[in-house]
Structures are given as structure tokens and as C-alpha cells.
């Protein structure tokens, strides 16, 4: 069987394997090369160029045809009469383009002087590498810091990030933040920074979101430059276009120091004051309460009551559980007294 380039001669098939491999590897990389004679003037390029700059693959070779392209100030040097000016600036060069088509891309530029005999340089060759979809994710890269950043001033607040198994991607950042040395790269690392009594719920917490794929939310005391603080962390999951779990976004933040002092009141220990104040926020009547908790309308009378001590204990725990299963939490505080809390309508 004769082999499909037994016609051509050695050199030229090799010559032509070549050309071809390196079309594919420009094509791929989004490179084009070109090579410059000082001496006779003449310039050559890679189908490469003419792909990059928007260029007809019968216009001729000429720098001035690049500069006739480039963008800002740099649109200057390819006007220059002196060849090694226009050399030294294609030898490392990022600039910005517009295509004929109107596209703005931007190209850099590699470029080296190359020796021929003992007259010194008289020849240059280079590539132009299209990075503008490299740049773009650059830009792109230093907004979102810049934006995170600007979380961070604007919020006070730590913002983290994990991958989807929940370890931290960036666990130098946090540890920055939080002013700690050591630790683990996970979020069991992070926990170790939670007070112990606070760790277990910390960990239910964070593990039934990575299951649930459901937003993350707890409150607990962590230490900072040596001292418990009470802090609060919230994340959600980011998605990919399928609605998989790419990773998490989360922020912790201190709170004031009487936030987590409340402490969720007893069933049947709420206040005349704290069943009011429920009853206001629901915006429900006496005779409403008393039909949900299953209770007569002067039981709720006296229960509201600062002055009557005659309500049984079997009648709080109704109208509590009627206020609870509403969506009403009742906390106590030391420092801060009696609270009623209604979560928000989904």
C-alpha cells in the first residue's frame, strides 16, 4: 500500500506536518506567530494573526495594518519610522484592540530580537496571544473581591467560603479575621474557635444544611482575641446551572453582647405582659386566642391579667402552644428582661 504522501518529498511533508500542527495548537490557544526581516522589510504571519485581529487572509503583512486596530496611546508606536521601536514594545506587551466587526479584545504581545551573523539583530519574531476571555475572568475576579470586601466594611462581618463537602477554600482569610494562628482548613476547624457548651449545636447546625442543601443559621460565643463574644454565621449554597451544590457563601458577625442571653421561655411560664404583647403582634382578639387554645374567653382575661393569680398552669400551656404553633418564640433575659418573637410569614 503506498502511503498517502509517498508523492511528496521528505522535507515538504515534514515542512507541511508541521504547519499543521502548529495551525491546530494557534487555533486551540487562541495564538498567532509572525516573524519580522529588518533588512528586507518583509513581514510574515500565521493564519493565527489574521483570525486574532479580524484580519482578510489576502491583506499583506504590515504593522501598520495591526496599528491601525490598537486602541488608546499604544496606536501611536506603529506609526514610529523606527522598526526596533515598534520591536521593543511587541517584545511584552499587553493592548487592547477593536476589530473591525466593532469586537474589543485584548492581545499580548511576545516578541524576541534574534541574531543574524556578526552584523547583530535583523530579525524579530513574536507571537500575539488573544487573552481577552483571560482578562475578562481577571476583572471579573477582582470585582467580586472588591465587592466582598466592601460586604465587609459596610456589615462588619467575616465572609467565608467553602467547597461543597463544607471545608473552608480560603482558610487563611478566616483565620485573619478572626486574628487565630492556627486551626484546621475545615470547618471543624472552624468550631474549634466556638465556646464548647456552643459547639454541638454549632456542628447539627452546619451538618444538616451540607444534607438539607437548605441555608445555614446559628448563634453561639466564639472566641476572639482570647474571649468568648456571641457571633452569629449564616451561608446558602451556590448552584450550578443543573441545581447542584457548587460550594457555600457565608458571613459570621459579632452581636451585642446581650443578644444571645436570651433564653427560650419555659411552656408555661409565660407573662401576662408576654401573651398581650403575642396577642397584639398576631393582631388577634381575646375571644381569637381563646378559641386556638381551646380555653374560655375569661380564662385569656385572666391570664392577661397582672392582678389575678388564679390561672391554671394547664391553660398557660394552651395558650402558649396556640401562640407557638403561630410562629410566636417567647424568650427571658437577665439583662434584658421578657421578649416576644413572631417569625416572619414564609
Known amino acids: ?93 499587553k ?21 543574524s551573523g556578526p552584523s547583530g539583530t535583523a530579525q524579530f519574531v513574536g507571537a500575539f496571544l488573544d487573552i481577552s476571555d483571560s482578562q475578562l ?5 477582582l470585582l467580586r473581591e472588591a465587592l466582598v470586601d466592601s460586604m465587609r466594611q459596610l456589615f462588619d462581618v467575616v465572609i467565608w467560603q467553602t467547597d461543597a463537602g463544607g471545608a473552608l477554600t480560603d482558610p487563611m482569610q478566616w483565620r485573619m479575621a478572626i486574628r487565630r494562628d492556627e486551626g484546621s482548613d475545615s470547618s471543624a476547624g472552624v468550631v474549634q ?27 453561639f460565643r466564639m472566641k476572639l482575641d482570647g474571649v468568648y463574644v456571641p ?42 405582659a408576654q401573651i398581650r404583647a403575642a396577642r397584639g403582634m398576631l393582631n388577634w382578639t381575646a375571644r381569637d386566642l381563646a378559641a386556638r387554645a381551646g380555653v374560655s374567653f375569661s380564662s385569656v382575661r385572666r391570664a392577661e391579667s397582672e392582678k389575678n393569680n388564679s390561672v391554671s398552669q394547664a391553660t398557660l400551656e394552651a395558650i402558649q402552644a396556640a401562640f407557638e ?13 421578657l421578649g416576644v418573637i413572631v417569625k416572619p410569614q414564609q
Open 95 to 115: 493592548f487592547t484592540i477593536r476589530r473591525r466587526d466593532g469586537e474589543l479584545r485584548t492581545v499580548h504581545s511576545h516578541g524576541k530580537l534574534l541574531a
Open 231 to 272: 457571633a452569629r454565621s449564616q451561608a446558602v449554597p451556590l448552584l450550578d446551572s443543573a441545581g447542584g451544590i457548587l460550594g457555600w457563601i457565608g458571613f459570621t458577625r459579632q452581636l451585642d453582647a446581650r443578644a444571645l442571653d436570651a433564653q427560650t421561655t419555659r411552656i408555661g411560664d409565660i407573662s401576662p
Open 193 to 219: 474557635n466556638v465556646h464548647p457548651d456552643d459547639r454541638e449545636g454549632v456542628h447539627h447546625a452546619w451538618a444538616a444544611a451540607l444534607a438539607s442543601g437548605k441555608a445555614y443559621h446559628s448563634e
Open 137 to 141: 475572568d481577571d476583572e471579573l475576579f
Open 1 to 93: 500500500m503506498i502511503g498517502w504522501n509517498s508523492w511528496m518529498p521528505n522535507s515538504i511533508w515534514r515542512e507541511s506536518l508541521s504547519r499543521s500542527i502548529l495551525d491546530l495548537v494557534e487555533d486551540k490557544a487562541n495564538i498567532g506567530s509572525w516573524s519580522w526581516d529588518f533588512a528586507s522589510g518583509e513581514i510574515s504571519w500565521s493564519v493565527g494573526v489574521y483570525r486574532i485581529f479580524g484580519l482578510l487572509p489576502s491583506e499583506t503583512p504590515e504593522m501598520s495594518l495591526i496599528g491601525s486596530l490598537v486602541q488608546g496611546s499604544d496606536a501611536a508606536v506603529f506609526r514610529s519610522p523606527t522598526p526596533l521601536i515598534v520591536a521593543r514594545f511587541l517584545a511584552d506587551r
Open 325 to 337: 404553633k403561630s410562629g410566636v418564640s417567647f424568650v427571658t433575659s437577665d439583662t434584658v428582661g
